[in-house]
């Protein structure tokens, strides 16, 4: 049974830096396309990262290229986004991916 399991949000200030982790079990972790999304309140659900965990190849949307980045630990199954100088806007849900599995989100807020 393919389980991603995300931690590591909570209530930052503008500027501010996180590190999310998401744990995965239930399938070949080296091998996969694992990405980051975020989800406001009122708006839909977007793509803000994503990292081959074989080779390492990465992609970030505009709204976060520069501040966040997101890497793997393949002996840990665990991929990391790690986020700096947070802004209001980025207050969301944030939610792991691989093909059509979802973990659980982990709510992170950044306040002005």
Same mark, same amino acid.
């Given at each position: 049974? !393919?389980?991603? !399991? ?14 999310? +982790?998401?744990? +995965?079990? /239930?399938?070949?972790?080296?091998? &996969? ?8 309140? /009122? ?10 965990? %074989? ?8 709204? !976060?290229?520069?501040?966040? =980045? ?5 002996? +840990?199954? =665990?991929? &990391? ?5 947070? %802004? ?6 944030? &939610?792991?991916? =691989? +093909? ?8 992170? =807020?950044?306040?002005?």
């Amino acid at each position: 049974e !393919v389980q991603l !399991v995300e931690s590591g949000g909570g209530l930052v200030q503008t500027g501010g830096s996180l590190r999310l +982790a998401c744990l +995965a079990s /239930g399938f070949r972790f080296d091998d &996969y396309t694992i990405g980051w999304f975020r989800q406001a309140p /009122g708006k839909e659900r977007e793509g803000i990262s994503c990292i081959l965990t %074989k080779d390492g190849i990465t992609w970030y949307a505009d709204s !976060v290229k520069g501040r966040f =980045t997101i890497s793997t630990d393949n002996g +840990a199954n =665990t991929v &990391y986004l790690s986020m700096s100088d947070l %802004k209001p806007e980025d207050t969301a849900v944030y &939610y792991c991916n =691989t +093909a059509q599995y979802w973990g659980q989100g982990t709510q992170v =807020t950044v306040s002005s």
